[in-house]
């Protein structure tokens, strides 16, 4: 535990931004190659309540054809094809781990250049590498979060074609990310008027909540009564 402590804050320091770009861009890399390292060296053990090793059971899975493992995959489409290109392209569970790890840090980090007011913010570049190390444990979860973290970055360009597009990879990696669908739609049908009384974006949001609910209902009953849906393997 004190190992994984003195990393955070390791890598919560590195890529804190600071004004002085070349030597940030350092910091960023060297902080990157040590979170991918342990993240694709690290051994995977039995825990309860921990998903690698589950993980690692599916990558070994997608030695069959792609459309038997699509059909008998337990996780979301995305992920599924994510790991049967991966492992048929380089038969290799690090290289796999690399390429996971590889895009999470680098979608938190782009994130937190992007986002204004991070200068010398370490307790916001803490909570990102909090949520790095969640991910050695989470991999489609945080996929899914980095993936969402570009679809704000693209809300706030006001670019929605972009910001849609990541959103539907992130819900293709995890189902939990069609939350975001309800935030983008707000933005995209109010960001467009000038004046908009506030009690119309009130209403808007409690219709769009309890529909969410209603769907999520639904949905959690049935993935609670369907084995294919209630496990890994």
Do not use: C
Not at 11 to 20: D, E, H, K
Not at 27 to 42: K, N
Not at 120 to 126: K, R, T, Y
Not at 156 to 171: C, V
């Amino acid at each position: 535990m004190l190992f994984y402590v003195v990393l955070w804050l390791l890598i919560s320091a590195l890529i804190m931004p600071t004004r002085v770009r070349s030597r940030y861009r350092i910091r960023l890399w060297l902080a990157g190659i040590v979170y991918v390292f342990f993240a694709a060296t690290r051994d995977i053990i039995e825990s309860p309540g921990l998903d690698a090793l589950n993980y690692y059971r599916i990558y070994l899975a997608a030695n069959q054809q792609l459309s038997k493992f699509i059909f008998t995959s337990t996780v979301e489409p995305g992920y599924t094809l994510f790991v049967w290109i991966s492992y048929h392209l380089f038969h290799s569970h690090e290289v796999f781990l690399v390429l996971v790890y590889s895009f999470i840090y680098f979608s938190h980090v782009y994130f937190l250049r992007k986002i204004p007011g991070t200068h010398h913010a370490f307790f916001i570049s803490g909570v990102i590498t909090l949520n790095l190390f969640v991910a050695y444990y989470l991999q489609r979860n945080i996929i899914a979060v980095g993936f969402g973290l570009f679809a704000f970055l693209a809300l706030f360009k006001k670019d929605y074609k972009k910001a849609l597009l990541n959103i539907l990879f992130a819900i293709s990696f995890h189902y939990s990310a069609v939350i975001l669908l309800p935030a983008y739609v707000s933005v995209f049908l109010f960001d467009r008027k000038e004046e908009i009384k506030v009690w119309k974006i009130v209403l808007f949001e409690l219709v769009v909540v309890f529909g969410v609910y209603l769907a999520s209902s639904f949905f959690f009953n049935f993935f609670e009564t369907s084995r294919k849906y209630s496990y890994y393997n």
